[in-house]
């Protein structure tokens, strides 16, 4: 059972241009995480999803962020129109259908640099 | 949502105990206790999990406060592949895990 998948592993930007960032969760799993870990800190919590559904953004920015979790495919985070501060490593979690408050299995992350 | 508080770094030498404490006087009664770790350039890994009882696994324990309120994870024989950044996380109210800085563990040879 392969573990959580995401893409790319490393993302450069330029400013003003979009970043799409990919994760597919283990399988048999339909909630997935968004994370964001700057350097020296600890995961903040960004977005929580299931299929075809947003269940909690509290933690996402207003503007330029936002993320889907389709029928068919993987979660996507998207940032429109990147900023330098938006360089950070992006993990996905994902935890079983039913078992909100347990386990959550993280990706290896994308480490996005935004120059 | 509750918080954690835990020491910013520890020192262990090889094949000795080391307890690394959290602290959460905030949990809430239906809140999980996860404890992740996570390798420099990696994602975190689960650790160990629990909720009131005491935990073991094949990679740690988990000791639980009777009252909840602090936690220690227990490596009985600490390598030098467990030096890591450990995190102590609760379950927010959706399910989202809320990291604090974490305990950065070095282990000495």
């Known amino acids: 059972n392969a573990g959580v998948m995401q893409n790319p592993r490393h993302l450069v930007r330029r400013r003003g241009q979009e970043a799409r960032l990919r994760c597919s969760p283990m399988?048999?799993?339909?909630?997935v995480y968004w994370y964001r870990q700057l350097p020296e800190e600890g995961l903040k919590f960004m977005v929580y999803l299931q299929k075809e559904n947003i269940i909690d953004e509290s933690g996402m920015p207003k503007e330029r962020f936002s993320a889907e979790f389709p029928k068919e495919g993987p979660s996507i985070l998207r940032i429109q129109q990147v900023v330098r501060g938006d360089s950070a490593a992006y993990f996905c979690a994902s935890s079983p259908p039913g078992r909100t408050k347990e386990t959550q299995y993280f990706g290896p992350g994308t480490r996005l640099l935004v120059l | 949502d509750a918080k954690t508080t835990q020491p910013n770094s520890m020192e262990s030498n090889e094949e000795e105990p080391v307890h690394l404490p959290c602290n959460h006087s905030t949990i809430s009664g239906t809140d999980y206790i996860h404890w992740y770790r996570q390798l420099p350039s990696q994602g975190p890994e689960y650790v160990i999990h629990?909720?009131?009882s005491n935990v073991n696994n094949r990679m740690a324990s988990l000791a639980i406060a009777e009252d909840r309120k602090s936690s220690t994870l227990i490596l009985h024989r600490a390598t030098l592949r467990d030096a890591a950044v450990y995190y102590c996380?609760?379950?927010?109210?959706?399910?989202?895990?809320?990291f604090g800085k974490g305990t950065k563990l070095s282990v000495k040879p």
């Open positions: 996380t609760l379950g927010g109210s959706q399910g989202n895990l809320i």
């Open positions: 629990g909720l009131t």
């Open positions: 399988k048999g799993h339909s909630h």
